[in-house]
């Protein structure tokens, strides 16, 4: 199989028809195989019915349908276990995104890319509730996690197989899927792809997942930079608080023996007392969460490291990796 597309779908049953007609239209010409894999995530309108319908007369069209809504990253994520494709592309099933780039992401992932990432150059969307949130949350990630990505709003995407299936999405990260790639290793690029207006159903976003993806971009910084070694971060403040609580302690103790001045009622003497303490919970945390991540590396014989490609002339037979399969002896 050359191509997968991915496409979460919940409450659209207005623009699946449509959506299926542009794909098809835009996939066929280019002569190669494809499969399309639509994850209905607990809608409670015709849907599914009509996902079903159209799989029934094209088998290249395949449905996953969850017991309820999960939310758009299980969609994805199913999709990509489901996927069989050398390039898997995820698609919004909303008509925003249009069909007609992906052979543009098919050109530049033509030039060695592992991800191409769709950039809504002119976004049709509502500038203060939408565009400019978005662009606040897309410069706060690049400077936050080093990916330098214009919009990971956009769903259209091409990925290389073995990305994706290194990739464990879970709660709403869907959105920071070139960092997730990026922390891989994949080599990444952005192309500008059409975007068009709603014209059916409503926007399943708003301002409110604002502060979801605050925290979600918390746990993807931490994860990218302390996952294997957590005690780099805890043990760091842990060590800050505990020092500054001592050197506040061992002041207050040269005004109580060499001043005389009476430190009993001070809310110094409180605060150098929870400074030392929390230190020492925070370097406490920090052990632990290494105890952690070696049980969970060890017991699971899981790599650090991810490997792009091995050249070994020496030996005959394809070599088998910890997390890359079968890997050919010779490049």
């Known amino acids: 199989m050359d191509l997968s597309i991915v496409v979460p779908?919940?409450?659209?049953?207005?623009?699946?028809?449509?959506?299926?007609?542009?794909?098809?239209?835009?996939?066929?010409?280019?002569?190669?195989?494809?499969?399309?894999?639509?994850?209905?995530?607990?809608?409670?309108?015709?849907?599914?019915?009509?996902?079903?319908?159209l799989a029934e007369r094209d088998p290249r069209l395949k449905v996953i349908r969850f017991r309820r809504n999960f939310g758009q990253t299980a969609g994805f994520s199913a999709g990509f276990d489901y996927a069989s494709g050398d390039i898997v592309i995820t698609i919004d099933a909303d008509l925003q995104n249009d069909p007609a780039s992906i052979p543009a992401l098919l050109e530049k992932m033509a030039e060695g890319y592992d991800v191409v990432s769709g950039?809504?150059?002119?976004?049709q969307d509502p500038f203060l509730t939408r565009r400019l949130p978005?662009?606040?949350?897309?410069?706060?990630?690049?400077?936050?996690?080093?990916?330098?990505?214009?919009?990971?709003?956009?769903?259209?995407?091409?990925?290389?197989?073995?990305?994706?299936?290194?990739?464990?999405?879970?709660?709403?990260?869907?959105?920071?899927?070139?960092?997730?790639?990026?922390w891989i290793g994949a080599r990444m690029a952005e192309v500008p792809v059409g975007h068009r207006p709603r014209r059916f159903g409503k926007s399943k976003y708003g301002l409110g997942r604002t502060v979801r993806v605050i925290l979600d971009l918390i746990t993807v910084r931490f994860l990218q930079g302390y996952s294997t070694r957590p005690i780099q971060i805890f043990g760091r403040w842990g060590l800050i608080m505990a020092f500054v609580g001592f050197l506040l302690g061992l002041w207050l103790s040269f005004e109580k023996l060499v001043l005389g001045h009476s430190i009993g009622n001070r809310?110094?003497?409180?605060?150098?007392?929870?400074?030392?303490?929390?230190?020492?919970?925070?370097?406490?945390?920090?052990?632990?969460?290494?105890?952690?991540?070696?049980?969970?590396?060890?017991?699971?014989?899981?790599?650090?490291?991810?490997?792009?490609?091995?050249?070994d002339y020496s030996r005959a037979q394809p070599i088998t990796t910890p997390d890359a399969g079968e890997c050919e002896s010779a490049v």
């Not at 239209?25 to 015709?46: F, K, Q, W």
């Not at 662009?135 to 994706?164: F, K, M």
């Open 9 to 53: 779908v919940y409450n659209e049953e207005e623009n699946i028809q449509a959506l299926y007609d542009q794909l098809t239209a835009v996939l066929d010409p280019l002569g190669l195989t494809y499969e399309i894999i639509c994850t209905d995530d607990g809608s409670t309108d015709r849907s599914f019915e009509k996902l079903k319908a």
């Open 267 to 311: 809310p110094a003497l409180v605060l150098s007392l929870l400074l030392m303490l929390m230190g020492v919970q925070l370097v406490s945390i920090g052990l632990l969460g290494e105890m952690i991540v070696r049980t969970y590396y060890e017991g699971q014989k899981k790599p650090i490291y991810r490997i792009r490609e091995i050249v």
């Open 134 to 182: 978005s662009r606040l949350a897309n410069w706060l990630i690049s400077r936050t996690t080093g990916v330098p990505v214009h919009d990971r709003g956009c769903s259209l995407r091409a990925h290389r197989r073995e990305i994706v299936k290194e990739m464990r999405l879970y709660g709403e990260l869907h959105r920071f899927i070139p960092d997730i790639a990026a």
């Open 119 to 123: 950039w809504r150059v002119n976004r």
